[in-house]
């Protein structure tokens, strides 16, 4: 089952264990003429504060880049793998490995961030799935320093960042980036 299937399953659940909890909440109550109601705290029953539930804007996904963007230029490996979640997966641009941990994706940036990189996004496509999750895609290049020679490139890349919010913090939780092919 994919992510989005898993996504889609989860919400379906809690959707239906919401509805089975507020179907009981009110047999109970019916069947007690009430008293359960007048018992429970007035909180008991207060609804969810306004904005709890709504979906990010496309702005505040974006944002996410800018600052992914700004701890790669930290130079501090570990700034930028604090920005991933536990169990994600980075397909990297200049890398053939798979980074599925911790340790591997700072190892990556390590490597990375040996080259000055600097990040910026030429276009991006952002999909927002729900309140908890993101998809942006698109195209960035980097500007990039050699370590040893001084020498200056840019690199063009296609990239995914696929985000989730957990406990209230957005993470990446799955990145690829790979170098734009000539054009055929």
């Known amino acids: 089952m994919n992510r989005k299937s898993r996504i889609r399953a989860t919400v379906v659940t809690t959707t239906a264990l919401a509805a089975a909890a507020t179907v009981t909440v009110g047999v109970a109550m019916a069947a007690s003429n009430g008293a359960a109601h007048a018992a429970a705290p007035k909180s008991a029953y207060a609804k969810p504060a306004k904005n709890a539930y709504a979906k990010p804007t496309e702005k505040q996904i974006a944002a996410l880049f800018d600052g992914w963007n ?12 604090a920005r991933y979640a536990k169990d994600a997966v980075l397909l990297p641009t ?3 490995q798979i ?28 999909n927002i799935l729900d309140s908890d999750s993101a998809i942006d895609a698109g195209l960035y290049r980097f500007h990039l320093t050699d370590a040893k020679t001084g020498e200056k490139r840019t690199v063009e890349a296609r990239y ?3 985000y989730e919010k957990r406990d209230g913090r957005w993470l990446i939780v ?11």
């Open 70 to 81: 700004k701890a790669l230029q930290s130079g501090d490996a570990e700034t930028v793998a």
């Open 94 to 96: 200049a890398s053939p």
């Open 99 to 126: 980074r599925t941990d911790h340790a591997g994706i700072v190892d990556y940036f390590e490597h990375f961030q040996l080259n000055k990189p600097q990040g910026e996004k030429v276009r991006g496509l952002i």
């Open 160 to 162: 995914t960042f696929e």
């Open 174 to 184: 799955n990145h690829h980036s790979s170098v734009v092919p000539p054009a055929s």
